[in-house]
C-alpha cells in the first residue's frame, strides 16, 4: 500500500531564517506530487506541483520554492521567511495530475516568529 | 471565477443525529466533486467522489448528493458519532484543457463539525 510521510511535523522558525520541509511517498512510482498551504478560515492553496524528477510548476508567487531531486522526494524551501509564511504544509500524492484524488500527508504546522 | 462555497461554516449536533452539509459552485468546465474529511492537525481524506452523471453516492454513514443542474452538492451524515467531528472540505475539478497543466481544483473553505454527547 501507499504511504506520504512529511515532516517535521511543527516547526517554530524566527523571521529570515530558512525552512526545508520534507516529504517521502512510498510504494508507488511516478507520483504527482503537490505542497499546499492551509490558512485559518481559507481553503487549501496550491503552491507547487511536480510530474516529475526535476519538474516543477509553480502556482503562487512567493519566497517559497520546491524541489524534486528523486521520484518520491519532494522538498519545500526558503531562504528567507516571512511572518506571512506561517501556516499549515500539506504534501500531497496523485495518480492523475491535478483533477485525481489527493492523498495527503499529516501536514507541517510552521509558526513564523 | 471559479469558486466553492460551503456552508454552514460550522456546525454542532449531538451524537446519533442526522446533518446535512452544503457545496455550491461555479467551477467550470465540471469534471467531478469530492468531499474530503480533515481531522483537527491532520491531512484531508478523500471520503466520496461525484461525476457529473452521479446523484448519490454512499460511503458507510457518509451519503453525497449532486445537482449538476444548480451546481450543488451536500453531504449526510447519518447517526453522527464523535468521530466525526472534523472539518469536511469540498473540492471540485475541472476537466484537463488541451495544454494541461494550471490549477484545476478548487477548494472550498470547509465545515467544522462538532459532535456532542
Known amino acids: 500500500s501507499q504511504t506520504i510521510h512529511q515532516w517535521p511535523a511543527t516547526l517554530v522558525q524566527p523571521v529570515g531564517s530558512p525552512l526545508s520541509l520534507e516529504c517521502t511517498v512510498e510504494g508507488t512510482s511516478n507520483p504527482n506530487l503537490y505542497w499546499y498551504r492551509q490558512a485559518a478560515g481559507r481553503g487549501l492553496q496550491l503552491l507547487f506541483y511536480?510530474?516529475?524528477?526535476?519538474?516543477i510548476s509553480s502556482e503562487v508567487p512567493q519566497n517559497l520554492s520546491a524541489s524534486r531531486p528523486q521520484d518520491r522526494q519532494f522538498i519545500l524551501s526558503s531562504k528567507k521567511l516571512l511572518l506571512s509564511d506561517s501556516g499549515f504544509y500539506l504534501c500531497?500524492?496523485?495518480?492523475?495530475?491535478?483533477?485525481?484524488?489527493?492523498?495527503f500527508g499529516e501536514g507541517s504546522r510552521l509558526t513564523v516568529l | 471565477k471559479n469558486q466553492v462555497e460551503q456552508s454552514p461554516q460550522s456546525l454542532i449536533i449531538l451524537e446519533g443525529k442526522n446533518c446535512t452539509l452544503q457545496c455550491n459552485y461555479t467551477v467550470s468546465p465540471f469534471s467531478n466533486l469530492r468531499w474530503y474529511k480533515q481531522d483537527t492537525g491532520r491531512g484531508p481524506v478523500s471520503l466520496t467522489i461525484m461525476t457529473f452523471s452521479e446523484n448519490t453516492k454512499s460511503n458507510g454513514r457518509y451519503t453525497a448528493t449532486l445537482d449538476a443542474d444548480t451546481k450543488q452538492s451536500s453531504l449526510h451524515i447519518t447517526a453522527s458519532q464523535l468521530s466525526d467531528s472534523a472539518s469536511y472540505i469540498c473540492v471540485v475539478s475541472t476537466k484537463r484543457g488541451l495544454t494541461g497543466g494550471g490549477n484545476k481544483l478548487t477548494f472550498g473553505t470547509g465545515t467544522q463539525l462538532k459532535v456532542e454527547l
Open positions: 500531497a500524492w496523485s495518480v492523475i495530475v491535478l483533477t485525481g484524488e489527493l492523498f
Open positions: 511536480s510530474v516529475g524528477i526535476g519538474q
